[in-house]
């Protein structure tokens, strides 16, 4: 297996954590970051699979005509859109 070294800037909070993490898994900073981002390769990776699995042939044109036939409505109470400046 071929290992590429990529310089990494972590937020001292995040870093401190990741320390504690692999500190109580018992294996090294190094190790731990490697596990954690290969673990979030692999669940972006299968949720892409699903996904392009369950649109089978269909296409984003075919999402919009589906989308094209939602009636137009107000949203619910609390499901509002904030407008432009809100935080």
Do not use: C
């Amino acid at each position: 297996m071929s290992k590429a070294t990529y310089p990494l800037k972590l937020p001292l909070s995040v870093k401190e954590a990741a320390v504690r993490l692999a500190k109580a898994d018992g294996v090294s900073l190094n190790q731990w970051i490697a596990s954690a981002v290969a673990q979030k390769v692999g669940a972006v990776e299968t949720a892409a699979d699903f996904l392009r699995k369950r649109a089978g042939s269909r296409s984003g044109d075919d999402f919009s005509a589906v989308l094209e036939r939602v009636p137009s409505s107000k949203p619910e109470e609390g499901d509002e859109l904030p407008f432009a400046g809100e935080h």
